[in-house]
């Protein structure tokens, strides 16, 4: 589970929160992901450990400002998850 503000768990060096971009970091950019399924908690889950993996490709501290938006995809009866964020570097 993403604490509100704080390091991961499983990911000591990472920041991700729902927040605003924590003091002594600043903004470099969106990041965005997208995954499709019918069990939205897992869904959402896979969007976060997407977000978690552009971070750590890119070398970011993390990620800020987390935001979901759903769509409910008929054709195939699935939810999709839109998942952006902030990434973020320390100053």
Known sequence: MMPLFGKS???????ETVGPVPEGYHSDGIIQTSVSGQDEISSQSKTLKN?????????ASGFANYRLSTHFNSGVKEDVIFAYADIIRAN
Do not use: R
């Open 9 to 15: 768990d499983d990911k000591p060096k990472l920041i």
């Open 51 to 59: 977000l978690a993996n552009i971070c750590k490709a890119a070398n």
